[in-house]
């Protein structure tokens, strides 16, 4: 084949994967309420997996502090092999029992585990989401084969993306399908626990000029307020982009901002809302 026609036999293949990930969108939707069931009872959401699915899963968790503003212990990944295996492949790591790692992690009855496993037969991700079924956490399976739910599994997410263009190479369409539906399932939670406003993610911590500049400028579009008092507000809210939204729309103090979104579940359109109904309730007046 000409370069020209492995690239569109390769782009083809993987134009099948969002239709696969489409018909997968029911069982995300119970995995998103198991978890959002779990982190608002204080637990947190744990990845497991070996090799490309291993380092998808820990890419995942590192995204949710930056992103969202939560602690960094509210999402994070095991891989097969440890740490090292995320710049190398580590032969036969993927053959471990995982029920150690998942102890020296401190998994609690109380957490969500998604197990990522593209075949679902990596005795690592199966070791671990049966460990932790057994301790009462709530267990996600994500594979790219048809197979049927595991007992040790409360919810199965199977998008079915075929065989590979490279037989065997589950880094291509199954890759791409558990990116997708890893993005999905952790951008869904954090909308659902109130940390975005419409599409704007108002909890982005200004760890960066980057980002600094685009949470002076979600400030400045929600709060109605003009850059330069936006970039004060910020400073003042020692980097807290939700209570300077608060700030700049209520007039408030900083410690009247953290009250009003404890006061609302951390909800800034609550907030928001009950100050245009005049609303006089805990925390408002």
């Known amino acids: 084949m000409s370069t020209r026609a492995i690239l569109e036999l390769i782009n083809d293949e993987d134009a099948r994967v969002p239709r696969a990930v489409r018909r997968a969108v029911p069982a995300i939707a119970r995995a998103v309420e198991l978890a959002v069931e779990r982190l608002s009872s204080g637990g ?6 070996a090799g490309t699915s291993g380092r998808l899963g820990m890419l995942d968790a590192v995204e949710w502090r930056p ?6 212990t509210l999402a994070r990944g095991i891989i097969a092999g440890g740490k ?3 710049t190398r492949a580590v032969e036969g790591a993927e053959d471990a029992d995982a029920s150690r790692d998942l102890e020296r992690a401190g ?19 199966r070791t671990a989401l049966a460990w932790a079924k057994g301790r009462g956490c709530a267990t996600v399976l994500v594979c790219c084969n048809r197979i049927r739910r595991p007992q040790f599994v409360d919810v199965l997410v199977n998008p079915v993306v075929g065989p590979e263009v490279l037989a065997g190479s589950t880094r291509m369409k199954a890759g791409t399908a558990t990116k997708l539906v890893l993005n999905a399932l952790s951008t869904t939670i954090m909308v659902r626990l109130g940390k975005v406003y419409d599409n704007l993610m ?14 002076v400028g979600l400030i400045e579009t929600i709060g109605g307020v003009s850059s330069r008092r936006a970039a004060a507000l910020l400073d003042e809210a020692r980097g807290s982009t939700k209570a300077a939204v608060v700030m700049a729309a209520t007039g408030c103090t900083l410690a009247k901002a953290h009250r009003l979104l404890r006061a609302h579940g951390g909800r800034l359109r609550d907030v928001l809302a009950a100050r245009r109904e005049g609303d006089r309730g805990p925390g408002i007046g």
């Open 44 to 49: 947190r959401l744990v990845y497991v997996g």
């Open 67 to 72: 992103t969202f503003g939560v602690p960094g």
């Open 84 to 86: 090292r295996a995320l």
């Open 107 to 125: 998994v609690r009855g109380s957490d969500a585990v998604v197990g990522v496993s593209a075949s679902a037969l990596t005795p690592f991700v």
């Open 202 to 215: 108002v909890d982005v911590r200004p760890t960066s000029a980057k980002l600094r500049r685009r949470a």
